[in-house]
């Protein structure tokens, strides 16, 4: 086992203490990615960050986060990248700390080109067209060329695949990237964009990757009209090439796709967490049901603030039928743990009567 300096044994040790406390695991694994970035294959860090990931509230906390956006019973591969995505921004430390270096829409010179690859990726991660990733790159590669900064054109295009839940294509950038450039922070992305690629397959609160079946199954009960997953693909697909030069033509040959795949292990294969038990998703009656504790919370906060206003009541209509089909999360059962050495949060003034899960 390799042996590290100091300091990466007393970073991990402030982590794992920082870690144990509530809302904190985010704060700890940032110190641990600090050490990957210095230390690639130390893996007391990886699997520390994971560990950090496994806590019950930070688990719970990030459930209800996500279903606030789309329901756990929502298998859709494209929405599958959506919580991916969101979780990274939700639980990354990076983005605050380095986004205010970068310009928001890319370097301006190629800034018209980064924006159509950007609208590509949109494609894939909205609307579940997995061809528009192979334009993306493409039109990527011509604003490196065309790019008077190259460097800051890759930094600036693997942090958008990053941000979007593409791990991989985010990894491959930001490596072209620092094999070529020596850019602290670039690697201090990579590593963290490294970790959430081999890990993605078991973040404790993300619900197993699905086909779409299981949301099928569900629009069965809620609109039987709606288009099924494979029909909302083709129609985004035929859409999307209308709005395209030319059609869209594979960059590699369909036999030969089809031979990687069946070479390729399947993500099924992949060990998955135990932490949360998915079975009820497989159970679900597909009726409408109690709300959701945090969409109750929201409700009542709405009504506390603008009682009788005829804004906040369609508000309150809205999350009564967008969540009627979401399912309560139960909170888990062991309190809180908060660091005595801190303040307790004291709500402001605005927000009297209120307290933290509220907020």
Known sequence: MPTYPDYVYQALARARDEGQWHAAQADAAALCFDMLTLFPDCVEARDLVYELFCDEWTIYD???????????????????????????????????????????????????????????????????????TDYAWSIFADAIQQ????????????????DLGFFA????????????????????LLAEVVWWRDNAHRIPWIPPAGDGSRYDRMMDFIDPSAPKTK???????????????????PSIDPQLATLFDAALPSGSDKPSTAIVDWG???????????LPDWAKKNIQRLERWGEGDELHQEMIADIRNRHRWS?????????????????PFTPPEFFDGMDEDDL
């Open 169 to 188: 294509d985010a990894a491959e950038a930001l490596g072209e990237l620092c094999s070529r450039y020596n850019d602290e922070k670039a690697r201090r």
């Open 327 to 343: 399912r309560n999360i139960p909170p888990p059962s062991t309190p809180k743990r908060y660091d005595p050495n801190e303040p």
């Open 231 to 249: 029909d909302t693909v083709r129609r985004v697909r035929n859409e999307n090439q209308k709005e395209r030069i030319a059609p869209y033509r």
């Open 280 to 290: 009820f998703l497989d159970k679900d009656n597909g009726q409408p049901g109690e």
């Open 147 to 162: 790019a008077s900064d190259p460097q800051a054109t890759l930094h600036w295009i693997g942090w958008q695949y990053a």
């Open 62 to 132: 990030n459930r209800v986060a996500l279903q606030q956006n789309i329901d756990e019973w929502d298998d859709r591969p494209w929405q599958q990248r959506r919580r991916l995505a969101l979780s990274f921004r939700f639980m990354s430390r990076w983005d605050g700390k380095y986004e205010a270096t970068m310009e928001r829409g890319g370097p301006k010179d190629v800034r018209k080109i980064l924006e159509d690859g950007k609208m590509e990726l949109l494609g894939a991660y909205c609307l579940g067209d997995e061809e528009c």
